[in-house]
């Protein structure tokens, strides 16, 4: 089911509207997982993430700027957009970690089934995303790394995880 209703929605596209397909959304602003996470490390918390679960990381900031270039561009088709590289929800939480000087037992992995009946949708193991035609057509949003990088340089900065 994961994904069906998205799918559903593009076949009612015509060839010539662009659809965009994205993942793991995370902005300076607002609830996310990496808020969350710098959050647990800054109080001296430790966190427990999957590591068993591949996906990709969108920054918001990169997510606009691939936007407007696709309003502009209007390519037709889908397209995929997100930040370089594949990672989990534990390499992310130990980066994080990592850049706010924590050991490395800030961040413990896990796997889905340790979750228990706490997941609102079951996930497949692999949903990163390919954004080769997206890089090679325009280019490529930044590594996931520099973007979360970003996001906790930000957050610090302006104060305010909400």
């Given at each position: 089911?994961?994904?069906?209703?998205?799918?559903?929605?593009?076949?009612?596209?015509?060839?010539?509207?662009?659809?965009?397909?994205?993942?793991?959304?995370?902005?300076?602003?607002?609830?996310?997982?990496?808020?969350?996470?710098?959050?647990?490390?800054?109080?001296?918390?430790?966190?427990?993430?999957?590591?068993?679960?591949?996906?990709?990381?969108?920054?918001?900031?990169?997510?606009?700027?691939?936007?407007?270039?696709?309003?502009?561009?209007?390519?037709?088709?889908?397209?995929?957009?997100?930040?370089?590289?594949?990672?989990?929800?534990?390499?992310?939480?130990?980066?994080?970690?990592?850049?706010?000087?924590?050991?490395?037992?800030?961040?413990?992995?896990?796997?889905?089934?340790?979750?228990?009946?706490?997941?609102?949708?079951?996930?497949?193991?692999r949903s990163d995303l390919s954004t080769e035609k997206f890089a090679a057509?325009?280019?490529?949003?930044?590594?996931?790394?520099?973007?979360?990088?970003?996001?906790?340089?930000?957050?610090?900065?302006?104060?305010?995880?909400?």
């Amino acid at each position: 089911m994961y994904g069906a209703s998205k799918r559903e929605g593009e076949l009612h596209c015509e060839g010539d509207d662009t659809v965009v397909r994205t993942s793991w959304v995370m902005g300076v602003r607002g609830k996310n997982v990496v808020h969350v996470i710098a959050d647990r490390a800054v109080s001296g918390a430790a966190v427990r993430f999957v590591d068993d679960q591949m996906g990709t990381v969108t920054a918001s900031s990169d997510l606009a700027r691939a936007l407007a270039t696709l309003v502009r561009a209007r390519p037709g088709g889908v397209w995929h957009v997100a930040n370089s590289g594949a990672t989990t929800w534990f390499t992310i939480a130990a980066y994080v970690g990592t850049l706010l000087n924590r050991g490395e037992d800030f961040a413990t992995p896990i796997s889905s089934s340790e979750l228990g009946g706490s997941q609102v949708a079951i996930r497949p193991a692999r949903s990163d995303l390919s954004t080769e035609k997206f890089a090679a057509a325009f280019s490529a949003l930044p590594p996931w790394r520099d973007s979360v990088s970003r996001l906790v340089i930000d957050r610090d900065r302006l104060g305010d995880s909400t």
